[in-house]
């Protein structure tokens, strides 16, 4: 399959990733081709799914291969391409939020806004509060938010980043059933209004089937139901 994938030209829009990674006894080949905008990763624990976003983000550096993004190529090693990380433009959204204790609402999202140039800058804080529903929680802490209130913080935290991706780890494994039904209608928004290629790693059918075009099943060779 990745011979497969090596031969074929790069594509302009969605995903062109054929890579393989290493780490400590974890060596695995990843083979990602997809025109559509939004896709979604599966894969059983220890699959290698969060060793993948860390590859795309710059964090981990294949063993061999490419990886490109909506026409942008972020890392060839025959072609001697590694953009380094903070040059990816990245939005990164983790299972567990990683909101700045020590900063209020507000602050976690321009903290975000930090390092982004003007010129590049697509999403405004005003709009990003408005999409995502968080103007009652701006002068708050990040202590007593529900897991949700603090998954749509780190939402908007990586928009506000200005990414050209976006990336999302397990956004909603932290929260219980109702929370979790409460917070895709956001992704979702985010999804649409972004406009974002999107790569949405998750361990649910019913999520994935909600918010991606298209499921990669990394680890095996089973195809994953859609
Ligand atoms: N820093 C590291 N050093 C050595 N091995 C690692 C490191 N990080 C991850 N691994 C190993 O790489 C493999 C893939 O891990 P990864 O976290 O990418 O899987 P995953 O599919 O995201 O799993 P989960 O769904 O449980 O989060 C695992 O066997 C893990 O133990």
Redesign the pocket.
Known sequence: MSADVATQTPLQAGFDIDIELR??S?RRAFAIRSERRVIAVV?D???????LLHAIAGLLRPARGRIIVAGATLFDRDRRIDLPAHRRRIGYVFQDARLFPHLDVRANLLYGLRGAAARERRFELADIVELLGIGPLLARGTGGLSGGETQRVALGRALLSQPRILLLDEPLSMLDMNRRDELLPYLQRVRDESGLPMIYVSHYPEEVRRIAEDVHRVGEAAPFEK
Request: no cysteine.
């Open positions: 780490r400590g974890f894969g624990s220890g699959a290698g799914k969060t060793s």
